[in-house]
């Protein structure tokens, strides 16, 4: 595809938004999709309540709520400031103008667990016509969790939220966002299972990041017969390695980066099953800082540490998914009071994430999903 017309400084690039709108109405047909949203058409039927009709549907203020993570709409304050009057920007992505924060707002708050397993259903049906997650024979899972704690005026405790998404080539497969959720293992395994039954074939491979790693996971993946690998600090590893003493040699790699095996172990005890540690070490980014120091511990004995390097850069992860360091969980202000509503905020922004990235691979050669972001967004992201 030709490069579009250069946008003036600061405004998205208008023909980038006229395709996007199109692919996402004619393509991928996300009004379609949408229409088995009910959150506004609950009916009392034993008191039948007359509502007044609104401007926006389910399937236009879902489609809305997707144009604002588009544009850069990190909280919904931004509708008022940045998207309140531009109705050119809203009809390139065929909607007739963005609606104000308090009808999202107010949307948002009305979610119900039954609508975000409607909202599940949306993406699984996006990723099973227009993805390849879930037609792969041998996927590799990747899994990633955020944390957050909301700090409740006048209340004794605060409220945490752990948030945790699953991964498969690039697209987001399932997610899970759960509330003083003590136990965060439980969490991921839960989530592990829950991608297993969405993809045709079992992981060949599960990749945890450091938030996700833990004894308790390593023993639920083990009962599960999968393999993983995952990223820990390097204190964590070495904790968990006791009596590691003599010399070993560091295998030095073409990036000047350093390797040391530590060999097989048993990954947690009570169980039969071995585990690899690989000690990590990076040259300082810049004159003044520290070596970057990480740890790989696997289930893959035989593959040399260097292939072990490749597995772990290439796993998927929560901020270059979303393009920001901390939207959607933790940037402002969360869009609703409820547990549910952040869950449907959550939901909402994953969707607009994929169908960002499958237009990225309609468009093809350099257009990768962050630049085609970096081009759309009219609200500059300055803490990326």
């Known amino acids: ?31 379609r999709l949408f229409r088995h949203v009910t959150v506004k058409r609950r009916r009392n039927l034993a008191r039948p309540v007359k509502r007044r009709k609104s401007a926006f549907r389910d399937p236009m203020i879902c489609c809305d709520l997707l144009a604002m993570a588009w544009l850069g709409a990190t909280r919904l304050s931004h509708v008022e400031t940045h998207l309140q009057h531009r109705r050119d920007l809203a009809q390139a992505l065929g909607l007739p103008r963005f609606c104000d924060h308090t009808t999202a707002h107010n949307f948002l708050n009305a979610f119900h667990v039954a609508h975000l397993r409607q909202l599940d259903a949306v993406n699984e049906r996006l990723l099973r016509e227009h993805g390849s997650a879930l037609t792969q024979r041998a996927p590799i899972l990747d899994v990633d969790s955020a944390e957050r704690v909301v700090r409740r005026a006048g209340r004794q405790h605060d409220h945490v939220y752990r948030w945790a998404v699953a991964f498969c080539a690039g697209e987001a497969l399932a997610q899970d966002l759960r509330v003083q959720c003590a136990d965060g293992s439980a969490l991921v395994a839960d989530l592990v299972s829950r991608a297993c039954r969405l993809l045709s074939g079992k992981p060949r491979l599960v990749r945890l990041s450091a938030a996700c790693a833990s004894h308790e996971v390593f023993r639920a993946l083990a009962r599960q017969r999968l ?62 800082l520290r070596r970057e120091r990480w740890a790989i511990v696997t289930s893959l004995l035989r593959e040399p540490a260097s292939a072990l390097l490749r597995l772990a850069a290439s796993m998927c992860r929560l901020r270059p998914f979303y393009g920001h360091r901390l939207w959607p969980l933790g940037d402002g202000k969360l869009p609703s009071s409820g547990p549910r509503g952040n869950a449907a905020w959550l939901r909402l922004a994953t969707i607009a994430m994929n169908t960002l990235r499958l237009f990225a691979r309609q468009l093809g050669g350099e257009w990768t999903p962050s630049r085609l972001h970096a081009r759309l967004r009219l609200i500059p992201w300055e803490r990326e």
Do not use: C, I, K
């Open 1 to 31: 595809m030709a490069a579009p017309h250069p946008a003036p400084p600061g405004e998205p690039s208008l023909d980038l938004l006229h395709a996007l709108g199109w692919y996402a109405r004619e393509v991928v047909g996300l009004e």
């Open 227 to 288: 393999p993983f690998l995952a990223t820990v600090p390097w204190a964590q590893a070495l904790a968990d390695r006791p009596g590691e003493r003599g010399p070993r040699r560091w295998a030095v790699l073409p990036d000047a980066s350093r390797v040391l095996d530590l060999g097989a172990a048993l990954s947690v005890p009570g169980t039969t099953r071995w585990a690899r540690t690989v000690l990590v070490e990076r040259p300082a980014p810049a004159p003044g």
